[in-house]
């Protein structure tokens, strides 16, 4: 059995989106009774619609009944705060915006009997960037993925996130994941591949979590826990040197793509990256995009310059 569950903040439109599309496509594998789809719209911006929420909860936990599931993919999606990352919860009693920290969020959302079904499950946060980009946000936002346990988490950098990009990603999720078996985290650039708008549009993160023995304890059965981070951003040598891209006119005459394809060099303090020059007539004003500390280059075709720059420890 499938379950796809679609939690979605008050207030947004989600025609036509991404868990919808998910659905669609595993439609024509599974049966009505093998291939459940729920959406949910919440809204716990006051204490009494929190109380309304937790009951509400435990009335959905009651609907999907006892965790028997193959696949259990769940989607968020939800607006996040631009200066700080914190995720919306609803409407306060005058109207205005609620954000939290991605924990205490998380702890609201999944309240009572639906936090155990987010184990071994795969996360997707349909939100904007800040929620990734901040550390306090990032620490957060790991923070709960511990206790929570999902076995795979997804998240996108970009700052106007738009779900459109990933239709693509999504369909081939549902073949290689859903429908194959492959393990999310050995197919996941294979995934990003597929689709031709979303490298351009957003970096792509992958929280995994992990489960060791710890054989160096007391107790033979104990087990070491960790969420393992892994941030995806395409890199091309003429447009995203090292994966930063170039502004689309030149900071200082003003000239429309007229970058020189980059190449090799230092800073004035002798740190790595690659330099891109303005061809313009007279201008000649250079940007510098500084190499990764720790990185893993993924081209897509040998001698191409282009490809995915991976980096752990997030």
Known sequence: MILILHFVCTGLNTRGGIPRLLNAALEEYYTEATLWYLEVIFDFGTRCKLRHWQAEAQRLASTIGE????????????????????????????????????????????????????SRATLFMLSCGPVVTFPQSICSFKEVLLELRPAYTIAFGATHFIGAVIKSFIVAFGSRVVIQGHDLGEVFTDLLNVSVELPMHTDAYLFQFEEQMASDMPNPLSSAVHIKGMHYSWYHTHHRP???????????????????????????????????????????????????RSYQVIKVKVGEGMGWIKQAGI
């Open 242 to 292: 090292w994966g930063c891209p170039l502004p689309m006119s030149c900071p200082k005459c003003g000239s429309i793509h007229s970058w020189s394809p980059s190449k090799q060099g230092e800073d004035s303090s002798g740190a790595p990256g690659r330099i891109s020059t303005c061809q313009s007539p007279a201008c000649g004003f250079q940007m510098f995009s500084y190499q990764p």
């Open 67 to 118: 965790d028997t599931f193959q696949q259990k993919i769940f989607f968020i999606s939800i607006h996040s705060e631009v200066t700080r990352g914190d995720l919306f919860v609803g409407k306060d009693e005058g109207g205005d915006d609620v954000a939290v920290l991605p924990k205490e969020f998380m702890d609201y959302l999944f309240a009572g009997c639906l936090r155990p079904l987010v």
